[in-house]
């Protein structure tokens, strides 16, 4: 019973509008709160700011052409809310608008299916001053604006549609994925608050395209990682459930059963965490069901038993800014709950995160048998320093590595019966990374610039991109 790939896999790639476009405040649009943490991360890192980016915004007709020359069937990319409500709501940016309408054109132009995220951590800086932006209830009623406008536009070029990319990693890295003003970053609360609104603006998404697009297509795109216990102890599997229900089930279970994990609630509720959810909004959740679930895959995490008398206090996740292995700042702590920690099994990329393909085939599956709705990759790939030759190549094998395992994986998913309706790596071109500038790149085009000098920004195709094209070929084998 091995099918492979159907003949209508969709296979591409996927960036985000602030990581790669540029002309942050070009032709009318005005700052997000990505454009503004960039800025700090230049001032305090040196990493690049998402001012110029990749420049996609004036280069996108020649990374169509390169999507297509890969053979490209989709593309996964986001909208910027500021580029087409400056404000945040109010007057539509005509000029703003048109770049999408341009490139929709251009992707259908060449038989490329767009996937279309609606929010990919740009809230409009204008909502941050207003009232401070996801904490404030009032964002959802403003995104309901802003989606409805984008949808309706679309509506006769888009069928599948992403909402709000990765809430779990938002939760977890709340102050770099989403603004949030120095004297409430004590306040853990406020995490699953924002998490809460967001829930609300997924299902409001996810009942407009119902609403509006004619055989669209919806969910949300999730950060997600399978829990592994650090041994076979008993105490060490728990606290793997435990992590696996407040980090992963706790978004899925919103998405498609309309309520929150019982134990991740009562563990939230204990610890004076738990959102505040007002009247009507379950019944709310519960209507705006997802059609299939998109998921962003890169690594497999680990948790081990955290006795509630450790002494330790809770905490999020660390982050490695250096790219030397080993740098990592910290883990998840939850005392009583569960420590998350390094697997000693597996290797990892130089920013610390483990690599492993079986995790892939083992989300797909317990994901599609718990919830049996359609999957697709929005996400998957390595993240690493290409090193440009003096005959301007790329020779990045391990790339080419790290995502033929995780094919063979999701291949073998499908073997066993997971409906799988696209893959889209991670990253079509090289472009900003979320924490690292462009030190840390994962595209099948080199985009030629350093941190400090965005010089040219010329295009530059990487070994996997002729890798990556056989592949599309031979629809997933090589
Ligand atoms: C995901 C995000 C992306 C992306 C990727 C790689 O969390 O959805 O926007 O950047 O991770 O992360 P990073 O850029 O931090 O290496």
């Given at each position: 019973n091995k099918k492979g790939f159907s003949d209508d896999f969709l296979w591409g790639a996927a960036t985000s509008a602030y990581q790669v476009e540029?002309?942050?405040?070009?032709?009318?649009k005005k700052a997000s709160q990505q454009d503004i943490i960039n800025q700090n991360n230049y001032k305090e890192r040196g990493f690049a700011t998402a001012e110029i980016a990749s420049d996609h915004y004036h280069h996108y007709k020649e990374d169509v052409a390169l999507m297509k020359e890969m053979g490209f069937s989709t593309y996964r990319f986001s909208i910027s809310w500021s580029r087409i409500f400056p404000d945040g709501v109010g007057e539509v940016n005509e000029e703003g608008i048109q770049f999408y309408r341009n490139l929709i054109a251009e992707l259908h132009a060449n038989n490329i299916e767009p996937i279309v995220?609606?929010?990919?951590?740009?809230?409009?800086w204008a909502l941050v001053e207003k009232y401070n932006g996801w904490l404030d209830r009032q964002v959802v009623k403003d995104f309901e604006y802003y989606a409805r406008y984008v949808i309706t536009e679309f509506k006769d070029q888009v069928k599948y549609w992403t909402t709000i990319n990765e809430q779990s990693v938002i939760v977890q890295y709340w102050t770099t994925k989403n603004y949030v003003p120095k004297e409430l970053q004590s306040n853990n609360q406020l995490r699953f608050q924002i998490n809460h609104h967001m829930n609300l603006a997924h299902a409001v998404a996810c009942k407009l395209v119902h609403e509006i697009v004619p055989n669209g297509q919806v969910g949300a795109a999730l950060g997600y990682s399978p829990v592994y216990p650090l041994s076979s102890k008993p105490e060490d599997v728990m606290a793997a459930q435990n992590a696996h229900d407040l980090r992963n089930s706790y978004y899925l279970d919103i998405y498609f059963k309309g309520e929150y994990t019982k134990a991740a609630s009562i563990y939230l509720e204990e610890h004076g965490l738990a959102p505040i959810i007002e009247k009507g909004d379950m019944e709310l959740i519960k209507e705006g069901y997802s059609d299939f679930l998109a998921l962003n895959y890169y690594a497999s995490e680990c948790a081990k038993a955290c006795p509630i008398n450790s002494g330790k206090k809770i905490r999020f996740n660390g982050v490695n800014y250096?790219?030397?292995?080993?740098?990592?700042s910290g883990y998840e702590t939850h005392p009583g709950f569960y420590e998350m920690c390094k697997n000693p099994n597996l290797d990892t990329t130089d920013w610390d995160w483990a690599i492993d393909p079986i995790g892939l085939e083992y989300i797909l599956r317990d994901i599609y048998t718990r919830y049996g709705k359609p999957l697709m990759i929005t996400e998957n790939g390595l993240g690493a320093f290409d090193k440009l030759t003096?005959?301007?190549?790329?020779?990045?094998d391990y790339r080419i590595s790290y995502l033929r395992e995780h094919i063979k994986a999701m291949s073998r998913a499908i073997d066993y019966g997971v409906e799988m309706i696209a893959y889209c790596p991670w990253s079509a071109i090289d472009l900003l990374s979320t924490s690292n500038g462009v030190k840390k790149r994962y595209g099948f085009v080199y985009v030629d610039r350093t941190d400090d000098d965005p010089k040219q920004c010329e295009r530059i195709r990487k070994d996997s991109f002729y890798w990556y094209k056989k592949v599309i070929e031979n629809n997933g084998r090589e």
């Open positions: 540029g002309a942050a405040f070009t032709n009318g995220t609606l929010y990919h951590y740009d809230l409009p250096s790219g030397k292995k080993g740098e990592i003096v005959d301007k190549k790329i020779h990045d």
